[in-house]
């Protein structure tokens, strides 16, 4: 097997790129069977991680824009209660 980075490190545009070549390499249909199963089970953890990265993007957008357009507000929240802390 081959050696690579953890899914969860790579950044998006490495993932990306990543997924992108192992892509272009099934289709070309030159690999072994082996490595072509090998290729094709990175290639879906990349696209798992992918996936969720995007989802939490656009939620995280979607936030921003509702703070945006008033129909909804952040609001700060409130500060721990500290009243059981060590006074040394």
Same mark, same amino acid.
């Given at each position: 097997m081959a050696d690579y980075k953890n899914v969860e490190e790579l950044t998006y545009k490495e993932a990306?790129? +990543?997924?992108e070549l192992i892509i272009r390499s099934l289709e070309s249909g030159d690999m072994e069977l082996e490595q072509s199963l090998e290729s094709y089970t990175r290639g879906v953890e990349l696209l798992k991680s992918l996936r969720t990265r995007l989802s939490e993007a656009e939620q995280k #957008? /979607?936030? @921003? @824009?509702?703070?945006?357009? *008033?129909?909804?507000?952040l #609001?700060? *929240? +409130?500060?721990?209660?500290? /009243?059981d802390a060590l006074n040394l």
């Amino acid at each position: 097997m081959a050696d690579y980075k953890n899914v969860e490190e790579l950044t998006y545009k490495e993932a990306s790129t +990543e997924l992108e070549l192992i892509i272009r390499s099934l289709e070309s249909g030159d690999m072994e069977l082996e490595q072509s199963l090998e290729s094709y089970t990175r290639g879906v953890e990349l696209l798992k991680s992918l996936r969720t990265r995007l989802s939490e993007a656009e939620q995280k #957008v /979607s936030v @921003l @824009l509702q703070d945006v357009d *008033g129909t909804d507000r952040l #609001v700060p *929240g +409130e500060p721990a209660d500290d /009243s059981d802390a060590l006074n040394l």
